[in-house]
């Protein structure tokens, strides 16, 4: 009785080895199917532009408008609460050029959506490519109470290649 079960014990291990086995040359095949089909797609694969160098970029004309991206521009009051006074954080994307004498327009916009009022001037500070620089703050005009938002832009600056 018991050469028995100990019989059935090992047809069951045996056959739970057999599985195993079956089951590992599947996935092997899979593997090596898997990794024939990835080689063959990378031959067919659209080759990727080239990377555009420095110097090629140096070519290029200056765009303040697009190279400067304004990272966070909070309007504020003076302490007597007449003059707008900004904290503005710039980031240059450019690779090449240090733009300084940045001019920017500051809108003031109601409640309908229109545009109340408009302050133009140029920061006086330069910003070096790739750097991140938060702009001293400063004052801009007179506060308009009637102003639901404000818009914050870049107009332009001045460019020197480095």
Do not use: C
Not at 37 to 49: D, F, L, N, Q, W
Not at 57 to 84: F, H, N, S
Not at 131 to 141: L, N, W, Y
Request: glycine share 6%; no cysteine.
């Amino acid at each position: 009785m018991f050469e028995e079960l100990e019989q059935e014990e090992r047809e069951e291990k045996q056959e739970v080895h057999k599985l195993l086995r079956i089951t590992a040359y599947i996935l092997s095949a899979l593997v090596v199917v898997g990794g024939i089909a990835y080689i063959v797609s990378r031959g067919h694969a659209k080759p990727t532009p080239p990377v555009q160098s420095v110097a090629a970029e140096r070519q290029a004309a200056p765009d303040p408008v697009k190279d400067l991206k304004i990272v966070r521009a909070i309007m504020g009051k003076d302490p007597t609460g007449i003059r707008v006074m900004w904290s503005v954080h710039l980031r240059n994307k450019s690779a090449v050029y240090t733009y300084s004498d940045i001019q920017y327009e500051a809108r003031f916009i109601g409640f309908d959506g229109r545009v109340r009022g408009v302050n133009r001037d140029t920061i006086k500070n330069s910003v070096a490519p790739g750097e991140e620089k938060t702009i001293p703050t400063f004052m801009d005009g007179i506060y308009d109470k009637h102003a639901e938002t404000y818009q914050f832009v870049i107009l332009g600056a001045t460019s020197a290649a480095q």
